[in-house]
T-cell receptor, first 113, second 115 residues
Framework: EAGVAQSPRYKIIEKRQSVAFWCNPI?????LYWYQQILGQGPKLLIQ????????DSQLPKDRFSAERLKGVDSTLKIQPAKLEDSAVYLC???????????FGQGTRLTVV | DQQVKQNSPSLSVQEGRISILNCDYT??????FLWYKKYPAEGPTFLIS?????DKNEDGRFTVFLNKSAKHLSLHIVPSQPGDSAVYFC??????????????FGAGTRLAVHP
């Protein structure tokens, strides 16, 4: 079974630029999560999709972050414009409806300079 | 609001001895607790979980204990091996009536197992 795929692995941008991350979840998984992990902290949920609908985006900075899940499968997370404090690892995860655990991708390390 | 806390940022253990990683939580509505392991430059990988109605779950060298009255859980690794050196995250699950769940993570504990 293929795991959660994310790209790119690394990205360096200047502040005020825009950036986009892509995620392909495990086939058949209805739930998709985007987490932000700042160095020294645990993953923080940004947005959660159930199929292609948003069920939780309470911690997403909506003035600069946006996300969509196309046809209930792939997802993209965009930051526009980026700030220095957005430097973090962005993790995508997916889970099945009846499963307990979420499966994570390798993450995208974003550095904003 | 930190609902899941891992108060020890790091732990150093000798190979062959027991590693005990601790986690405290505040929300009594969590229905599952999970432990994830993370190596550098990789995403977290699921290790073991426990239902809130149980007090112990064992999988090989890994055992998780849950004390609901104290809102505390711990992960025991026996015997510890150098390959166990990683960051361990405690996570708790909230289940919503809409049919979806949410995982809330602690800050992690970095375990170093030395020969």
């Amino acid at each position: 079974e293929a795991g959660v795929a994310q790209s790119p692995r690394y990205k360096i941008i200047e502040k005020r630029q825009s950036v986009a991350f892509w995620c392909n979840p495990i086939s058949g998984h209805a739930t998709l999560y985007w987490y932000q992990q700042i160095l020294g902290q645990g993953p923080k949920l940004l947005i959660q999709f159930q199929n292609n609908g948003v069920v939780d985006d309470s911690q997403l900075p909506k003035d600069r972050f946006s996300a969509e899940r196309l046809k209930g499968v792939d997802s993209t997370l965009k930051i526009q414009p980026a700030k220095l404090e957005d430097s973090a690892v962005y993790l995508c995860a997916s889970s099945s409806g009846g499963g307990t655990e979420a499966f994570f991708g390798q993450g995208t390390r974003l550095t904003v300079v | 609001d930190q609902q899941v806390k891992q108060n020890s940022p790091s732990l150093s253990v000798q190979e062959g001895r027991i590693s005990i990683l601790n986690c405290d939580y505040t929300n009594s509505m969590f229905d599952y607790f999970l432990w994830y392991k993370k190596y550098p430059a990789e995403g977290p990988t699921f290790l073991i979980s426990i239902s809130s109605i149980k007090d112990k779950n064992e999988d090989g060298r890994f055992t998780v204990f849950l004390n609901k009255s104290a809102k505390h859980l711990s992960l025991h690794i026996v015997p510890s091996q150098p390959g166990d050196s990683a960051v361990y995250f405690c996570a708790a699950r909230l289940f919503f009536s809409g049919g979806y769940n949410k995982l809330i993570f602690g800050a992690g504990t970095r375990l170093a197992v030395h020969p």
